[in-house]
């Protein structure tokens, strides 16, 4: 299920992502390079500002090896 807020935007579960991030021990630099992409455009995925796109959550989530929706998507609608 994936739920909406007021704006119709996607509500992903970024705090999620940042919790397993730093469980990990993954910086924001370290998830870029991963990523091949910038420490900035990562972060602003993190904080929301870019829309997280499905390729892109299908390659964080692989780095942690698990599903895009175990960390992305709440069902507290």
Do not use: V
């Amino acid at each position: 299920m994936i739920c909406y807020n007021k704006h119709g935007d996607n509500m992903y579960n970024m705090d999620k992502l940042k919790k397993i991030r730093k469980e990990n021990n993954y910086t924001i630099y370290e998830m870029a390079k991963l990523l091949n992409i910038t420490p900035s455009f990562y972060s602003q995925i993190e904080n929301k500002k870019k829309r997280l796109f499905y390729d892109m959550a299908f390659k964080i989530a692989a780095i942690f090896n698990m599903k895009p929706d175990d960390i992305f998507y709440t069902n507290n609608c």
